[in-house]
């Protein structure tokens, strides 16, 4: 009798088991559909695109569970995880550094300054010398910032000073809103390279989230886009829900009604977010010259925004990047939300991301030439 329970018991467990492993074969299906399904239409799949790293790991548990216990059951995981293994390579980079030739090539940043800590005067804060010394330490030739904030009466000087500790021949700056009571944040594009052209890019819908520049470099002329799409606005209060660690959690608040909460907050922000996406892709389609995008995309690699703004171009971090491709600042291990991606005519090399802490983001940079 007690043989007939235990085997009883085991068999309960074994269905559990599977059962577990299908919704997790069935959420890894419903994260790679985040790559292709436009989230203004089914944000679902957007919502398991932004745990993918999660879900591959609970697979991989599943594949060495089945495995130990010989059972055949780990092919479901398995053919998955392989179906989209190449997905994979967006967040993590095992070796894949190349060096560009210094005389032929020219070096990018783009760094999210997070509001340069929202403490603008004349006498420049401690926090913003530091981030103003390491982007001319960086001594970039195209240098493309999100969030430069500025306040009070100069609120343009420190891009002007920023312009000349650079050495840059030029510099180019959008607020996200129109500038009121002498405040201003946005984008930013310093270079010493000749610039020829440059402009806005907006929606109806949302505010000014990116901005371009055509260059010259050895006689061909480029384009650069500087782009910050929709943010998520999640508080601290989110982020430590987020994160499991309920510091600044409200605890007569429900955990389902926090979470409906955040979800409402991602759903607004995809939808923005695909509106962007779609008026920078009609932008590039209509530019006559080889483009580079770099930028704060506010998304993970498995995404529909990142996958229609890689299209048909090359991503630095996987070209020429290696180990893990975080750039938020977080506990969140596999966050990458900045890019630099690039036309194939051009050849990128020594891709870095900085672990410099004072901003949320960490800066990413590279070098790059003409084929």
Same mark, same amino acid.
Request: glycine share 4%; with cysteine; proline share 3%.
């Given at each position: 009798m007690?043989?007939? #329970?235990g085997?009883?018991k085991?068999?309960?467990?074994?269905?559990?088991m599977m059962?577990?492993?299908?919704?997790?074969i069935?959420?890894l299906?419903?994260?790679?559909?985040?790559?292709?399904?436009? &989230?203004?239409?089914?944000?679902?799949?957007?919502?398991?695109?932004?745990?993918? &790293?999660?879900?591959?790991?609970? $697979?991989?548990?599943f594949v060495?569970?089945?495995?130990?216990?010989?059972?055949?059951y780990?092919?479901?995981?398995?053919?998955?995880?392989?179906?989209?293994?190449?997905?994979?390579?967006?967040?993590?980079q095992?070796?894949?550094s190349?060096?560009?030739?210094?005389d032929i090539?020219?070096?990018?940043?783009?760094?999210?300054?997070?509001?340069? #800590?929202?403490?603008n005067?004349?006498?420049?804060?401690?926090?913003?010398?530091?981030? !103003?010394?390491y982007v001319?330490d960086?001594?970039a030739?195209? #240098?493309?910032l999100? =969030?430069?904030?500025? !306040?009070?009466?100069?609120?343009?000087? &420190?891009l002007?000073?920023?312009k =000349?500790?650079?050495?840059?021949?030029?510099y180019?700056f959008?607020?996200? !809103? @129109?500038?009121?009571?002498?405040?201003? +944040?946005?984008?930013?594009?310093f270079?010493?390279?000749?610039?020829?052209?440059?402009?806005?890019?907006?929606?109806?819908?949302t505010?000014k989230?990116?901005?371009?520049?055509?260059?010259? !470099?050895?006689?061909?002329?480029?384009?650069?886009? $500087?782009?910050?799409?929709?943010?998520?606005?999640?508080?601290?209060?989110?982020?430590d829900? +987020? #994160?499991?660690e309920?510091?600044r959690?409200?605890?007569?608040?429900?955990f389902?009604?926090?979470?409906?909460?955040?979800?409402?907050?991602?759903? @607004?922000a995809?939808?923005?977010?695909?509106m962007? +996406?779609e008026?920078?892709? =009609?932008?590039?389609e209509?530019?006559?010259y080889? +483009?580079?995008?770099?930028?704060?995309? $506010?998304d993970?690699?498995?995404?529909?925004?990142?996958?229609?703004?890689?299209? $048909?171009? @090359?991503?630095?971090?996987?070209?020429?990047?290696?180990?893990?491709?975080?750039t938020?600042?977080?506990?969140?291990?596999?966050?990458?939300?900045?890019?630099?991606?690039?036309d194939?005519?051009?050849?990128?090399?020594?891709?870095q991301? =900085?672990?410099f802490?004072?901003?949320?983001?960490?800066p990413?940079?590279?070098k790059?030439s003409?084929?």
């Amino acid at each position: 009798m007690r043989k007939k #329970t235990g085997k009883a018991k085991r068999s309960f467990l074994k269905w559990i088991m599977m059962l577990i492993n299908i919704v997790a074969i069935l959420a890894l299906i419903l994260a790679y559909l985040a790559n292709y399904i436009n &989230p203004a239409l089914w944000s679902l799949p957007a919502l398991f695109g932004l745990a993918y &790293p999660y879900i591959l790991i609970l $697979n991989l548990i599943f594949v060495l569970f089945w495995i130990i216990f010989r059972k055949y059951y780990f092919l479901g995981s398995l053919l998955i995880i392989v179906a989209g293994w190449g997905f994979m390579s967006r967040f993590y980079q095992f070796d894949s550094s190349k060096a560009a030739t210094d005389d032929i090539s020219f070096k990018l940043l783009s760094f999210n300054v997070h509001n340069l #800590t929202e403490n603008n005067s004349k006498k420049l804060s401690d926090q913003k010398n530091k981030i !103003f010394q390491y982007v001319q330490d960086q001594k970039a030739d195209i #240098t493309c910032l999100q =969030e430069f904030f500025s !306040f009070g009466k100069n609120y343009y000087y &420190p891009l002007v000073f920023l312009k =000349e500790q650079l050495g840059a021949e030029n510099y180019y700056f959008q607020s996200y !809103f @129109k500038p009121s009571r002498s405040k201003i +944040v946005g984008m930013a594009i310093f270079s010493k390279l000749p610039r020829v052209d440059r402009g806005i890019l907006c929606h109806d819908s949302t505010r000014k989230f990116g901005i371009w520049a055509n260059f010259i !470099f050895r006689e061909d002329t480029f384009r650069v886009y $500087n782009i910050h799409l929709e943010s998520l606005y999640l508080s601290r209060q989110d982020y430590d829900l +987020v #994160t499991g660690e309920h510091i600044r959690v409200d605890k007569n608040r429900s955990f389902l009604s926090y979470s409906l909460h955040i979800m409402s907050k991602l759903r @607004k922000a995809y939808r923005k977010r695909s509106m962007q +996406v779609e008026v920078v892709r =009609e932008h590039i389609e209509n530019c006559s010259y080889p +483009v580079i995008i770099c930028g704060d995309f $506010n998304d993970t690699p498995l995404s529909y925004a990142y996958h229609q703004l890689s299209k $048909n171009l @090359k991503d630095a971090f996987i070209e020429s990047g290696s180990g893990a491709g975080k750039t938020f600042r977080s506990k969140l291990p596999f966050f990458r939300i900045d890019y630099i991606l690039h036309d194939p005519d051009f050849q990128s090399g020594n891709f870095q991301k =900085e672990q410099f802490e004072i901003s949320d983001h960490f800066p990413v940079s590279c070098k790059l030439s003409f084929r």
